[in-house]
T-cell receptor, first 110, second 111 residues
Framework: GAGVSQSPSNKVTEKGKDVELRCDPI?????LYWYRQSLGQGLEFLIY????????KSGLPSDRFSAERTGGSVSTLTIQRTQQEDSAVYLC????????FGSGTQLSVL | SQQGEEDPQALSIQEGENATMNCSYK?????LQWYRQNSGRGLVHLIL?????REKHSGRLRVTLDTSKKSSSLLITASRAADTASYFC???????????FGAGTRLFVKA
């Protein structure tokens, strides 16, 4: 596709369940970012990939959060044992220099 | 912690007026970018200004950068109701790779 694609668009889960969020970046973009945004707030940096490696994981809130990227393309963000405070919009962006964002995944933990 | 901080947090103006938003940051940067967000989902890139540039224009947008003060401003001239959105500055730290966003300015343009 022409843009960054994220799936699912919306995810409702129960507290304690694991969730997996997917990001398909623009073809050829080497850098990939994950951000989290709570309602009315700014973007919280989570993790950054250059190719398949993650030189900066400093933003991951806890060890329940992990992310991987394979083939320099698709990335998945996994949240284990979800908590209510994990509820937010999770945004993915890919770039060569400026960032191109997907539409995000709205995660709701009940 | 956030690298960029925008002010004001919120701005309400009449259509046709100019809107000015400011951004301050903490460390040396490679470049500074401004993004726009409608309805709390994906952001759209507006303009990028490099650390060796002082001013840049794109349509009704004018961005300035003062590296000595570690600050930038975004001016939207002749605003329209369709400009209503949240605006974020983002910086690429010098020597680093990640792009860090500020908390944003919520602009409301009244028709």
């Amino acid at each position: 596709g022409a843009g960054v694609s994220q799936s699912p668009s919306n995810k409702v889960t129960e507290k304690g369940k694991d969730v997996e969020l997917r990001c398909d970046p623009i073809s050829g973009h080497t850098a990939l970012y994950w951000y989290r945004q709570s309602l009315g707030q700014g973007l919280e940096f989570l993790i950054y990939f250059q190719g398949n490696s993650a030189p900066d994981k400093s933003g991951l809130p806890s060890d329940r959060f992990s992310a991987e990227r394979t083939g320099g393309s698709v990335s998945t963000l996994t949240i284990q044992r979800t908590q209510q405070e994990d509820s937010a919009v999770y945004l993915c962006a890919s770039s060569l220099e400026k960032l191109f964002f997907g539409s995000g995944t709205q995660l709701s933990v009940l | 912690s956030q690298q960029g901080e925008e002010d004001p947090q919120a701005l309400s103006i009449q259509e046709g007026e100019n809107a000015t938003m400011n951004c301050s940051y903490k460390t040396s940067i490679n470049n500074l970018q401004w993004y726009r967000q409608n309805s709390g989902r994906g952001l759209v890139h507006l303009i990028l200004i490099r650390s060796n540039e002082r001013e840049k224009h794109s349509g009704r947008l004018r961005v300035t950068l003062d590296t000595s003060k570690k600050s930038s401003s975004l001016l939207i001239t002749a605003s329209r109701a369709a400009d209503t959105a949240s605006y974020f500055c983002a910086t690429d730290k010098a020597g680093g790779f990640k792009t860090i966003f500020g908390a944003g300015t919520r602009l409301f343009v009244k028709a």
